[in-house]
Structure formats: C-alpha cells, structure tokens
C-alpha cells in the first residue's frame, strides 16, 4: 500500500498565525514532510523506516570497514538499513542525480567513526525504482550492535506537508529582535501566571516561536533544521562552497514535553521506530541544492 492510500496525521493547527505577528517571515517560509512513522509492515516497494530496501540482487550490500569492538571478526561489517524515501510519497523529497526518485538511507550498528572516534557512519544512496528489476530477496544481518538505538522498528509512512520557519536564533536584524522580544514576554506571561496559579498547579500555556511556531519535531524532510545543541552552525558543500539545505532528519522522537502541540490529532506516540540519536536528539542531514551528486553533510543535534 502507497503511502497516499493510507490514513492520514494530521498536525494541528498553529496556535497562532505566526506571519500575522511577524509579516516579514513570509520570505523565510518553507514546507516540510512530516513522515510520521507508526509500527507495520512495510515491503521493499513502500517508503517506510526499517523495513527492506528495493535492493538490486546484483549489487554489492555497503559495509563499514572501520574496525569495531565486539564485531564479528575482523572483516566489513554490514550496514542496517534506516529508511527508503519514494519521491512519489514525500513531496518535500528533492530530485536525486541524474533524477533518481528513490533515497536509501543505512548506517553503522556502531558509534567508532570520523575524528573523534565516536561518531556515526551514515550512507546515503540514490537510484530510480524503475530499475530495480530483480530486487534481493535478504539484505545481510550486521552480525553485531554496538548500541540498540541504531536498529530501527519496521514502520509505515504517514506523509503530512506542513509549512515551518526558520530555527529562531538564525533570524537576525529587526525581524530577530522582535521575535526575540515577544518570545522573552509569553515566556514571562506563563512564569507569572503559572505563579498565581501554583496552589492549584494548573498554571497556563502560552505558544512560542521556538517550540510552537516553528521547526516542526519528529521524522522530516526538508524544511528548516533545528540547532537545539550546538547553535546555529553552518553547513556549506565541501565540493562547491554551495549553502547545503536540510534534506532530511531522523529523530529519536516524534515530539517532547516543550512541543505537544505537535502531536498529531490521531495519535501521538513519542517513540515508534524505536531509533536514538546521539543523546536522545536528532540527526540532520544536508544536500548540495547546486549538485544532488555532492557529498552530503551532517549534524547532531
């Protein structure tokens, strides 16, 4: 079943118009696919989180070549696949080179990567569906796992297209320092209300545009990424100097306490894929606009 037949997410409606407050955001505005990942049984012809991947039977399966404690000897080590993304499914899904349609995401079962030695191994790989014409029957079992986190929950797609703004502490000039100022007052709005209410312990809510209004949480491509750990940072392509924009983010959980008013109206569970990133946080994952061919970038957040 595509994931167009299957019953929808829907995501609330924004507390509040956030370009009514604030008209000059307009220009920044930017759609994004929600994925909403629920447990199932996805096939090798769906989009879905964990599940097989439309594999040609002729092509070699990537590997990890990076030694790991506790691995199963010393060889390559299989990597798991994360997600397969159809651009028929996910309208936020740029075109791949060479106008491939299919985005293949798998990583390392192991955190032992990069300068640091405790980074993540992510592979990304292109191709059009309607080539695959003898899929594999098996993909290969990593052997070993370093960390649970990193074996994802077969899950379905529930695609939602919903628009976001940019991470608040990017907005700069006049526009920043008024959004700043009206998130610094509904901040202090709650504080003193939830103060008067505290005998009671049912102090108010009040929107902001960090949590509210805009970057969405959970499972998403395009649109804007969030900077929550590190700051604003930037992600230029390594090849070209080009400013990569956010392909696609895969997060340990579909909302948190600070951003309930993303919960879906039909269901809202935290965590169904079952994935941890780094420290309960999220994976961002950049393209090139000006070459799909060039290296992708990444950031934890």
């Given at each position: ?87 028929r499914d996910v309208p936020d899904l740029p075109a791949g080179p060479d106008g491939c349609d299919l985005l293949q ?25 309607a080539e695959v014409r003898e899929p594999a029957a098996e993909r290969p079992a990593p052997g070993a796992v370093g ?155």
């Amino acid at each position: 079943m595509r994931a167009s037949d299957r019953p929808g997410r829907t995501t609330p409606p924004r507390p509040l118009d956030v370009e009514s407050l604030f008209p000059t955001l307009a220009a920044h505005r930017r759609t994004a696919t929600r994925l909403h990942p629920r447990p199932g049984t996805p096939g090798p012809h769906d989009s879905h989180v964990g599940g097989p991947l439309l594999w040609p039977a002729d092509e070699p399966w990537p590997v990890c070549t990076t030694p790991h404690r506790r691995a199963p000897g010393p060889g390559p080590l299989p990597l798991v696949a994360l997600t397969q993304l159809h651009a028929r499914d996910v309208p936020d899904l740029p075109a791949g080179p060479d106008g491939c349609d299919l985005l293949q995401v798998l990583w390392c079962p192991f955190d032992a990567h990069g300068p640091t030695g405790y980074g993540m191994y992510t592979h990304l790989r292109w191709r059009r569906a309607a080539e695959v014409r003898e899929p594999a029957a098996e993909r290969p079992a990593p052997g070993a796992v370093g960390f649970d986190g990193y074996l994802p929950e077969p899950c379905v797609l529930h695609p939602e297209r919903i628009t976001e703004y940019p991470y608040i502490e990017l907005l700069t000039g006049e526009l920043g320092a008024a959004v700043e100022e009206w998130e610094d007052a509904q901040e202090e709005a709650a504080y003193e209300a939830g103060e008067e209410a505290e005998e009671d312990g049912d102090g108010p809510w009040l929107p902001t545009y960090q949590c509210d209004l805009s970057v969405a949480p959970g499972w998403k491509v395009g649109g804007h990424a969030a900077w929550n750990l590190t700051g604003p940072g930037t992600m230029d392509c390594e090849a070209c100097g080009c400013p990569m924009e956010l392909l696609l983010t895969v997060a340990t959980t579909e909302w948190q306490a600070d951003r309930t008013s993303w919960i879906p109206l039909e269901d809202g569970p935290m965590s169904p894929t079952g994935v941890v990133v780094g420290n309960h946080g999220k994976l961002n994952v950049f393209a090139c606009p000006r070459n799909p061919s060039h290296p992708h970038g990444f950031s934890i957040q």
